[in-house]
């Protein structure tokens, strides 16, 4: 499956942006969805991730209340919605695919099997 993630961009603090992945080439609602994040300096870390009909749903504790995963399998799309950003979420974000019912669990970015490339969101303070 191949991964387009789109939406980034510079916000001010206590802004929002609506970031959006579209798949190809396999079937969307195959796969479990995820989103990470990866900021200058640090290891690539985990935000959310939604399973195939999106009935589960796993965040970052550093995100939940804020960001918000969902997908629309007739778009073969899946979205984060962030909200009250913060200068500290910063950072080049990549959506992820696993067909692992598991992967909704798995924050360690090695163990997901398909990656698109990265979106930049800069939060100014």
Known sequence: ????????????????LRLSC??????????????FRQAPGKEREFVAAISWSGASINYADSVKGRFTISRDNAKDTVYLQMNSLKPEDTAVYYCAADPSLRAVATTTPHRWGYWG???????SS
């Not at 490339?117 to 939060?123: A, I, P």
Request: charge should be neutral.
């Open 117 to 123: 490339q990265g979106t930049l969101v800069t939060v």
């Open 22 to 35: 579209a798949a190809s080439g396999r079937t969307f609602s195959d796969y479990v969805m995820g989103w």
């Open 1 to 16: 499956v191949q991964l387009q993630a789109s939406g980034g961009g510079l916000v001010q603090a206590g802004g929002s």
